[in-house]
């Protein structure tokens, strides 16, 4: 379960304060699948930051399978956000210098780099249909298929809660419907929560439950 009560953030700045979240709540369990919407500039990013354990609230408490991760010491915190969530960026942010495989087995540390991982690490890239694209660089791949890199990387460990921040933003329709179809997939075998930053009613159209973040509040649309 993800359990987010009252949360609040706002950020400092040498202007003053400024508001962006008040009194979020959020429950979710295992499988689930939601969207959320709103205007740029709403909050939707400062909410999946918190999610994912990237940056605190202000207020509020969030707990996840039991463990409430703003309060773990620093290093268990980077272990738990490490293995446990998945993140998907609107610019991909693939290390440039390393190749496809490379970069899908990057969030394991070297410890666990051992033959199953690679496995696992290439059986993904065949599913996201990568296989001939696995020894390219960033550099040679297009922006749908730099975006599957990206989510089979953020699925690699086996995460429990993948966060996606308009992972479709900076593709075109066709290339959208095929990396949100393999973000589905990918869901469904893991049993994972999804949740979706999305500009594109048609993308949010296609979840059951809909969010919508508006006057720093977290609102259910569907
Ligand atoms: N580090 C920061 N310091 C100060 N203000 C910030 C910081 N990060 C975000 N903000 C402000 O918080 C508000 C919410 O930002 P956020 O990035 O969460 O919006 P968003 O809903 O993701 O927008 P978009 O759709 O454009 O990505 C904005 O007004 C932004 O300027
Ligand atoms: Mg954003």
């Not at 429990?160 to 949100?180: H, S």
Request: net charge negative; hydrophobic share 40%; glycine share 8%.
């Amino acid at each position: 379960m993800l359990i987010a009560k009252g949360i609040a953030k706002s950020y400092e700045t040498e202007a003053g304060i400024v508001p962006v979240l008040s009194d979020v709540n959020l429950e979710l369990a295992r499988g689930d699948a939601i969207s959320i919407m709103g205007p740029s500039g709403s909050g939707k990013s400062s909410l999946l930051h918190i999610l994912g354990v990237l940056d605190p609230p202000t207020e509020g408490e969030y707990t996840f399978d039991g463990v409430e991760p703003w309060t773990l010491e620093e290093r268990e915190q980077a272990r738990f956000r490490n293995k446990e969530i998945g993140f998907v960026f609107q610019d991909h942010c693939l290390l440039p210098q390393c190749t496809v495989l490379e970069n899908v087995m990057s969030p394991y540390i070297v410890g666990e780099r051992d033959e199953a991982a690679e496995e696992r690490a290439r059986t993904l890239i065949s599913r996201a249909g990568l296989t001939e694209r696995i020894q390219h660089f960033p550099s040679q791949l297009s922006g749908g298929e730099k975006q599957r890199v990206a989510i089979v990387r953020a699925m690699i460990r086996q995460p429990r809660l993948l966060l996606c921040d308009e992972p479709t933003g900076n593709l075109d329709q066709q290339t959208a419907w095929q990396v949100l179809t393999l973000l589905a997939e990918m869901r469904q075998e893991l049993n994972c929560i999804l949740m979706i930053v999305t500009h594109s009613p048609d993308i949010a159209g296609e979840f059951s439950r809909q969010y919508t973040v508006r006057d720093r509040k977290l609102v259910r649309t569907v």
